[in-house]
């Protein structure tokens, strides 16, 4: 561990166990996030949970060798010329990313420190997430601050709280029983993904640099670098051919698209019919909020990376932001188009360059769909 994540660690513990910092700054959110974790330790010490928890530092590798046997950083033309399709977009204006029921990686709305404010005065979705699920704490011992081209999964953590409320007006709300299936390594079956955006971006955030760096944060953590094999034989990659090379996004195979390809993959061996092959992408805003990023940017951003990560669907919760009232009418839009992750990364480099310039003050959606009505 660097010394300054050593210092990070050090500096929440030694506030969340201090007395004194709990009458200085108190709040009712506060005493409500310490309520949860006195919950936690209750329900372990009348019955300790059983299985295991897995900790996982994904990297997209900053160099390019021949013989690798993983995903490297794309770069900007790698999303400029891919034909992967498009993945299922379901917009969900109510409901938590936590409550969903498909089994789906859940994604985290990190700090570039694991956890951010959650031993701290933070309580928004990141700390929240790990007031509920406490042995995601155990994570900000051991794992530094994450690079650019860095994200950390994490798989079998329990749910022990229920809680109402965001920010200012989050309450523990009683005791939660988690009824998560088991995987084959004695996991429960819910997968956290933590990734960090950028914060308080600004007008910077339509820069091609920094939309390629958001675009590549949700691809690494969508990415299942395990399957890079299966991933090679879909996309007929040979070994001298890197992944954020042309030939791995210009591919069309028996006369058909690599629409058609990745839908029919299953009867090359039947890799894809695997259930660990069918686990999509559940979020919602991430790097808004808070971290100030435009809520439909961010939206495309994730749904790019998602499809690109060969990920079945992703399923948005809104959390009935007003900036989304249109998602699900132009995510139907774009699918009925049959747009492609080139197509629709084109399309926000483009809106990008303009708003960048100064050309469009409009959002993105209202951007791509004048019908829309604009935005305020």
Known sequence: MDAVSAFWVRSNLAWCFSPRSLYDSYSENLENKVRCIVHYFQRICSQMPTGFVSFERKLLSLEHHPWQSHVSYPNADFWTKSTIPLCPFQVHSLGLIEDQSTEAHEVDFANKYLGGGALHRGCVQEEIRFMINPELIA??????????NEAIEIVGVERFSNYTGYASSFRFSGDYVDKRSIDFLG????????????CSPGMKQYKLKYLLRETNKAFCGFLDQSKYGQYKRLFNITDSVQLNEAPFTSIETNGGSMREEVRNSDDKGGEFLDPE??????????GCGAFGGDPEVKTIIQWLAASQALRPFISYYTFGLEALQSLAQVSR??????????????????????????????????????SLPQRA
């Open 277 to 286: 092959n069918c686990i999509g992408i559940a979020t919602g805003n991430w």
């Open 139 to 148: 994570g900000m011992l051991f794992l530094p601050s994450m690079e650019e």
């Open 333 to 370: 839009w774009i699918i009925l188009h049959n747009w492609n992750v080139g197509d629709l990364w084109n399309m926000l480099i483009e809106y990008s360059s303009q708003k960048l310039r100064g050309e469009t003050n409009l959002g993105f959606f209202t951007w791509l769909l004048p």
């Open 187 to 198: 996991r429960r079956k819910t997968r956290i993904v933590a990734i960090d955006a950028l």
